[in-house]
């Protein structure tokens, strides 16, 4: 019953929103014959005969005004690229642009850049993005679900482009070659939809090209204007590109006193365009040693903490496959394939992976498809034997933007059983399939999910099923939102984030912004949300939110709230994590608590040299209370890297006979980039909580287009205050060396 009133109102609500309009500029691009010379100026015939996109408007601090920095677009192709020239004018030649590094993929409201997006199917859902510096520093990224969030635009997607800027008296310029070979688009296309931002770093201005209200992010793909080409797009050559490796390291347990070993693999992957709208990805012995390891947190609540993927094959259209349920209940997360939990660290590793395949894209300018197969190897030593993780989805986009998903997730043990999770037992498979209705009105006003997803096991129990709804009303002013999610008893995700089972939420929230014609504040406003979680035996969760944001012109932004709570716990349960073998009292199941706090958080200006982010937080916590404080500090010397310092502290007090402990999380970090293709990544990670210190160094160089060199070395060491003696002893220590050569055929 509530399933069908929900998707219901999805219907009504999409159809409501076809009489929407956006107002979308033109720019037309025409096929040149010459020669273009990648060195950032401007000077090739080609530029001066294209019609530049240009009037760019503003979207931060204001919507509704023309830029004060003018730039120009400037578009041009051949058979193998697509050229795109950008002038940027400049107020202030004698400050310097902020610049943090020279490092790739750079990201921040306040750093100086150009950026593009590459529509060609128009459906306002997926994009590319190309962006680049006044230094010439690149990032390109992968747009999804609209842009509507900052988490859909993800730079860590890699591909093979050229770019060069330079900077003239009152003006910066740059050339982009992309080749036809790393997007995909329809064959025999005449029109994409377009857009392209700047960020203004002396100004503090964002302008975009097609107007954006100042509500949603620059790169929001409902609000992109039309590139005309001057004849259909023909079907490109032969587009197959190898990309092979070579890897070796040393590595030592010292926990398990074994010898120091030496290890060295060759692999590599094969992409190949099927069709211009349609890839397919293979790889063969993956190794994912070269990617950055992930910052630790300090867990202090009861479910596990979600790390994103940043490996490389998993990440070009992984919102086909990742985007389906919510946060709290998805049933595909890619890091449950070749990751493992290294229990005398708390941190993940890597579980080797065979090989696979990925088949993705577009079938026609509103299906796509995805098709995932990984071979995962047995590992005896956390008793996990080789499993085949495998993956279909398929997207219908109906109506203008929204769009009707299907999948069907299956995991399969071939040479022995593995424990499930949930039921604790030996098993051989877990399959989930499901459906999905997202809904995107044209200006996005609207937004929302409907979904309904059920696991399959030996088991095979009744409650497995995961469905909600959720709806979205959002303006300059109003922010209104409805969610709430059934999670069955027996749901059982193996492949997915999943937090916890039996159990049922609603979560609607509400705020409102002011927005004042002078001063120093930008915008500010209150807001509300309302968590409410119960299951068979009643309420087991309640928060009631109240805060107020502020967001100052110079970009920075303040929070403070007030938390009531209530907690009944379904498990035993020690706030602290005290380490299992100096056995704490535990929280008893079933009790319940009442208790309050606030919390309030204040980023600074991060275009100044030296920026801070100030966190801090108190009150009751359980039948105890918990003080938080957090501070992040960074200053850069640009465009050479910077120093950051992150730490965390909680104080926990409970009652006797509970525990209570200082857990100190302290992250000093070194980001060097001592060229535009050679970095330099140190971070210490101190952290209490899991009686750990991990150094990790990266360098990396880029020696070609999307190739690169890395030597990365790990070392973990033991660490307590509590225990002083026994710190420094080391625990694993690792050097790994790994190059890839991008090859196009």
């Avoid at 890699?158 to 910066?172: T, V």
């Avoid at 279909?392 to 059983?417: H, Y």
């Avoid at 949930?422 to 498979?429: G, S």
């Amino acid at each position: 019953m509530k399933f069908s009133i929900f998707l219901a109102l999805g219907f009504l609500v999409a159809f409501a929103s076809i009489g929407q309009q956006v107002n979308r500029k033109t720019v037309y691009i025409n096929k040149t014959d010459q020669l273009i010379k990648i060195d950032g100026q401007l000077n090739e015939q080609a530029w001066k005969e294209a019609i530049p996109a240009k009037d760019f408007i503003q979207t931060f601090p204001y919507d509704s005004t023309q830029s004060q920095t003018q730039c120009e677009i400037y578009l041009t192709y051949d058979k193998n690229n697509i050229y795109i020239g950008t002038k940027c004018n400049d107020l202030d030649p004698s400050k310097d642009f902020v610049i943090i590094s020279q490092r790739r993929d750079f990201r921040g409201p306040g750093i100086e850049s150009i950026n593009i997006l590459l529509d060609p199917f128009q459906d306002q859902t997926n994009a590319y993005q190309f962006g680049i510096n006044p230094l010439g520093v690149q990032k390109e990224g992968l747009v999804a679900n609209g842009g509507n969030q900052s988490e859909d635009l993800s730079l860590d997607w890699d591909n093979k482009w050229r770019s060069e800027a330079f900077i003239g008296d009152g003006y910066w310029t740059s050339e982009m070659a992309i080749p036809f070979k790393t997007i995909r688009f329809p064959e025999g296309s005449k029109k994409w939809y377009f857009n392209a931002y700047r960020v203004d770093s002396k100004t503090n201005e964002r302008a975009t090209w097609n107007r954006v209200p100042r509500n949603f992010r620059p790169y929001s793909l409902s609000y992109t204007g039309e590139l005309i080409w001057d004849e259909p797009l023909p079907k490109p050559g032969t587009n197959l590109s190898i990309i092979p490796f070579v890897s070796g390291g040393l590595d030592k347990d010292f926990e398990e006193k074994t010898k120091t070993t030496f290890s060295n693999a060759i692999g590599g992957d094969v992409k190949i365009a099927v069709t211009p709208s349609l890839n397919l990805d293979l790889t063969l012995n993956p190794d994912f040693s070269q990617v950055e390891v992930d910052r630790q947190v300090t867990n202090v609540d009861r479910f596990e903490i979600f790390f994103p993927e940043r490996r490389q094959f998993f990440l070009e259209n992984a919102d086909l496959f990742a985007a389906f349920g919510t946060e709290d209940a998805r049933p595909f997360f890619s890091r449950r394939i070749g990751v493992a939990i290294d229990t005398s660290t708390g941190s993940n590793v890597q579980n080797k992976i065979y090989g696979g395949f990925r088949l993705n894209g577009k079938l026609n300018n509103r299906l796509r498809i995805g098709l995932l197969n990984m071979q995962a190897a047995e590992d005896n030593e956390i008793q996990l034997p080789s499993i085949n993780y495998t993956v279909a989805a398929v997207q219908q986009q109906v109506f203008s933007r929204s769009n009707i998903s299907a999948f069907l997730i299956n995991k399969q043990s071939f040479n022995g059983t593995y424990t499930d999770k949930l039921f604790d037992e030996a098993v051989t498979y877990n399959r989930v399939m499901g459906i999905d209705y997202n809904l995107a009105s044209i200006t996005n006003k609207w937004t929302g999910k409907l979904f309904y997803h059920k696991s399959f096991q030996e088991q095979n129990p009744d409650k497995q099923y995961s469905q909600g709804a959720s709806l979205r009303y959002s303006t300059q002013k109003w922010e209104v939102e409805w969610n709430h999610a059934l999670i069955g008893e027996n749901y059982n995700a193996e492949v997915g984030f999943v937090r916890r089972t039996n159990i049922n939420s609603i979560t609607p929230k509400i705020g409102y912004k002011f927005y004042p014609k002078r001063g120093i504040v930008n915008n500010h406003g209150p807001g509300s949300d309302i968590e409410y979680f119960w299951n068979g035996d009643g309420r087991t969760d309640q928060l009631i939110r109240l805060s107020y944001d502020v967001r100052f012109q110079n970009n920075a932004s303040g929070r403070i709230s007030y938390n009531n709570r209530f907690t009944k716990l379904l498990s035993d349960f020690d706030p602290t994590r005290t380490p299992d073998e100096e056995n704490p009292v535990e929280l008893p199941e079933g009790t319940g608590y009442a208790y309050q706090s606030y919390w309030m958080r204040f980023e600074s200006d991060p275009r100044k040299i030296f920026s801070y982010e100030l966190r801090h937080s108190g009150g009751e916590y359980f039948n105890g209370t918990r003080y938080e404080f957090g501070p992040s500090l960074t200053y850069r010397f640009q465009p050479y890297g910077s120093v950051t310092l992150d730490y965390n502290y909680n104080r926990i007090k409970l009652p006797s006979p509970y525990p209570s402990r200082d857990i100190h999380l302290i992250g000093p970090r070194i980001d060097l980039t001592l060229s535009k293709k050679l970095f330099l990544t140190n971070f210490m990670q101190f952290n209490t909580q899991n009686e750990n210190v991990n150094i990790n160094a990266r360098l990396q160089w880029r020696f070609k287009p999307a190739s690169d060199m890395f030597i990365v070395y790990t070392d973990n060491y033991f660490f307590s205050f509590e225990n002083p003696n026994t710190n420094w002893i080391p625990r694993t220590r690792a050097l790994v060396f790994k190059m890839t050569y991008w090859l196009n055929l």
